[in-house]
Nanobody, 114 residues
Framework: QVQLVESGGGLVQPGGSLRLSCAGSGITFSSYVMGWYRQTPGKQRDLVAAIFRGGTNYADSVKGRFTISTDNAKNTVYLQMNSLQPEDTAVYYC?????????WGQGTQVTVSS
C-alpha cells in the first residue's frame, strides 16, 4: 500500500519561510516524478514544483522563492518555501506519478498572514 504523508505546514508571517516534507512508503521515489501541488477553496489543484532524476520544474509564481529536493535514501521530498506571501496560502499536496499510477498525500495547510 502506497502512503504519502506531508508535514511542515502552519501559519507564517509574510516574508517568512517554511519547509514541507513528504515521506513515502510503498514506492521508490527515484522512480517517480515527485511533485508539490496546492489548492485553495473553489479552485483547481495547481502544480507548484516537480522533480525527476535531478531535473526540476517550477510554477512561475514561485520561481526563485521555492526549492524542491529529494532524499532518496529517506524516500522523502521537500519543498523549501522562502519569501512567503499571502497568495501562497493554500493546502499543499505531495504527489507521485509514474504512468499509470498517480498517488496523493492528504495535504498540509499553509497560511501566510500577519
Amino acid at each position: 500500500q502506497v502512503q504519502l504523508v506531508e508535514s511542515g505546514g502552519g501559519l507564517v508571517q509574510p516574508g517568512g519561510s517554511l519547509r514541507l516534507s513528504c515521506a513515502g512508503s510503498g514506492i521508490t521515489f527515484s522512480s517517480y516524478v515527485m511533485g508539490w501541488y496546492r489548492q485553495t477553496p473553489g479552485k483547481q489543484r495547481d502544480l507548484v514544483a516537480a522533480i525527476f532524476r535531478g531535473g526540476t520544474n517550477y510554477a512561475d509564481s514561485v520561481k526563485g522563492r521555492f526549492t524542491i529536493s529529494t532524499d532518496n535514501a529517506k524516500n522523502t521530498v521537500y519543498l523549501q518555501m522562502n519569501s512567503l506571501q499571502p497568495e501562497d496560502t493554500a493546502v499543499y499536496y505531495c504527489n507521485a506519478q509514474r504512468w499509470p499510477n498517480n498517488y496523493w498525500g492528504q495535504g498540509t495547510q499553509v497560511t501566510v498572514s500577519s
